[in-house]
């Protein structure tokens, strides 16, 4: 059931692409891995999590790529902004935290796959550290 709280607004660069989080995400990290540093062009990405019921497309479509089994990539067929991210083994869809109109609702709390961190990538040493996913 879709939760009935707050929600936040996000889209794509062009603005061809608005989404809605119906709720709070329920997590927000930040992944180095290499195929989201491939997949986004930066050193890092921040994911924020989303149950499926609670995500919600208001605008345009997005473009899907399986960029390794299991594993969709959702993005801008326009502009190219990374968007979402769902694997089979998932439950929750993950969006670029970036893309929110607020960034701010998604604080990150966590880093994961910092095996594969760059190391001109400087991190805050606050926040809970994983070498692979927790
Ligand atoms: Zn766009
Ligand atoms: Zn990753």
Redesign the pocket.
Known sequence: MKDKSESHEG???????RYTLHGEPTYSGHCHCRSCQKAIGAGFVTWAGIKPENFEMTQ?EITICETSPGVRRG???????SLTYAGDDWTDIAVTAATLDDPGVARPTSNVYLDHQQSWVIIDDGLRKYEKLP
């Open positions: 889209g794509c660069l062009c603005g061809a692409i345009g993005f801008c067929g326009r502009c190219g902004s």
